[in-house]
């Protein structure tokens, strides 16, 4: 019997403050619809010099183990995928390893390449537990990252930041993946990045949104061809990409996941063998479904407005909006999840949403993590924003969160709130 491996449980973390999109509107003297109806967002996460990518993915990796019991010694692989990287050489994934007091018997290492390095390393945890090479050993993949432009820029709205830690194994009581059946498609483009020593990314957004949806057009059309070819799909009167029972998408924005269900719409829509609309003009018209997107796409975006983009993180906050929603209705059902970075890399994965997945979504903690977020004005928001980074606030953290303290001689320490 083939081994089953995926993802058996999630936790998220977010930093302690945010701000309300349309008040950042109006202190920029822009319509608050651009941002809400123009953009999808609500909220954005504002996350301080002591809330850095390590402190992110420690929180999120430490809830994970703590809700669900990991017994640390099942572990055999620690990755964080992130583009807010702290150091040239150290990484993110061995300060995690420290924190949490994790076994020294484990591989331990961070992925990058814009938001598309977390599902590097998830596909190389799962890869590696299919191999039969983990020996019944599990993974933890985190995805944290800080999302920022600067002040009065184009992207300032769509900033956020936040991690997801993934526990991966043969157990995939959330979603079992369709290992094999994944499509990728990269391109050398400059559409975002982020030069050495630049705090903030440089964006050409209109140009970054068109690759990714030619990306994206790249990897479905090679995931459609290996779910064709094992008959997890097939031409007919629904085409494949319909078949899937929700598909969650890379979300800078949360417009930008209605752009993205267009294309990969429009792509079945030119494909289809026969039956589809003969002109360009009917396709388009066909491809823009309201029902569709609402059916398939819509429920998944509830965490992703309220904290903006999280580059690596935020496929997989999709995934936890909605499995925190909608699990126990989907559960034996296919998904798909199409990952991006920018530079750029796509793929496009799926898998079966497991029978367990309401129960363990259960256990994580989704709307008290948000619930317990200040609520801070933009005045705040921009003193934040201007702190060096290598100061943080003396802050205390809340139970069971971490926090940069300080860096001395080159070294970061870091300290955990107290349980109350
Ligand atoms: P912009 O040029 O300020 O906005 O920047 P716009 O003029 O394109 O307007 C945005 C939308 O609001 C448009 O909707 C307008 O029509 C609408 P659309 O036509 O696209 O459907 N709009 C309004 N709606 C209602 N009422 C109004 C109103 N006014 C306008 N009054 C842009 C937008 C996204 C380019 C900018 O925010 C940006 O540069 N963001 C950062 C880059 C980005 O997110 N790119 C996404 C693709 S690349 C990617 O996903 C990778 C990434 O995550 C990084 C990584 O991989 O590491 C970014």
Redesign the pocket.
């Known amino acids: 019997m083939k081994k089953l491996v995926g993802i058996e449980a999630l936790a998220i973390a977010v930093p302690s403050r945010y701000v309300d999109i349309q008040e950042l509107a109006l202190a920029r003297g822009v319509?608050p619809?651009?941002y809400t109806?123009?953009?999808g967002a609500k909220e954005m996460a504002v996350a301080d010099p002591g809330e850095d990518s390590v402190s992110l993915a420690a929180t999120a990796a430490a809830r994970l183990v703590r809700n669900n019991n990991v017994d640390p010694s099942r572990i055999g692989m620690l990755v964080v995928g992130t583009?807010t990287g702290i150091d040239h050489s150290k990484p993110v994934a061995s300060h995690v390893q420290g924190l949490l007091k994790l076994p020294n018997s484990m591989r331990v290492y961070d992925t990058q390449h814009?938001?598309?390095g977390g599902t590097a390393g998830l596909m190389a945890a799962s890869e590696w537990i299919a191999s039969g090479a983990a020996a019944g050993r599990s993974a933890i993949v985190v995805c944290s990252d800080i999302?920022r432009?600067g002040l009065n820029t184009?992207?300032e709205?769509?900033q956020g930041a936040g991690a997801v830690a993934l526990l991966v194994s043969e157990q995939p009581d959330l979603l079992a993946l369709d290992v094999g059946l994944n499509g990728s498609c990269s391109m050398d483009v400059y559409?975002?990045w982020r030069p050495l020593g630049r705090r903030e990314?440089v964006?050409d957004?209109?140009y970054?949104?068109q690759?990714?949806l030619d990306a994206l057009s790249g990897a479905y059309r090679g995931w459609r061809e290996r779910a064709l070819a094992h008959e997890v799909v097939r031409w007919g009167s629904n085409l494949p990409g319909e078949q899937l029972a929700r598909i969650l998408y890379?979300v800078?924005?949360c417009?930008?996941a209605r752009?993205a269900h267009t294309q990969l719409r429009l792509c079945d829509l030119q494909d289809a063998p026969s039956g589809a609309p003969a002109t360009p003009e009917a396709r388009d018209e066909l491809a823009k479904s309201a029902a569709s997107y609402e059916a398939q796409v819509a429920s998944s975006l509830s965490l992703n407005a309220r904290i903006g983009?999280v580059?690596t993180a935020?496929l997989y906050l999709a995934l936890a909006g909605l499995l925190h929603g909608e699990s126990a209705a989907l559960s034996g059902q296919r998904i798909g999840l199409l990952s991006?970075?920018?530079?750029?890399a796509s793929e496009f994965f799926s898998g079966v949403v497991g029978e367990k997945a309401a129960k363990r979504m259960a256990q994580t903690d989704v709307e008290s993590v948000l619930a317990r977020r200040e609520r801070v004005s933009v005045k705040e928001y921009e003193r934040i924003m201007n702190l060096p980074y290598d100061a943080p606030e003396a802050l205390t953290p809340a139970a069971g969160t971490f926090r940069l303290a300080e860096i001395r001689d080159f070294k970061r320490r870091y300290v955990e709130g107290a349980a109350s």
């Not at 991006?340 to 750029?344: A, I, K, L, V």
């Open positions: 319509d619809a651009k109806a123009g953009l583009e814009a938001c598309y999302a432009y184009a992207g709205p769509t559409d975002f990314a964006v957004g209109h970054s949104i690759c990714y890379h800078p924005f417009k930008m752009k983009n580059y935020s991006y970075g920018s530079g750029c």
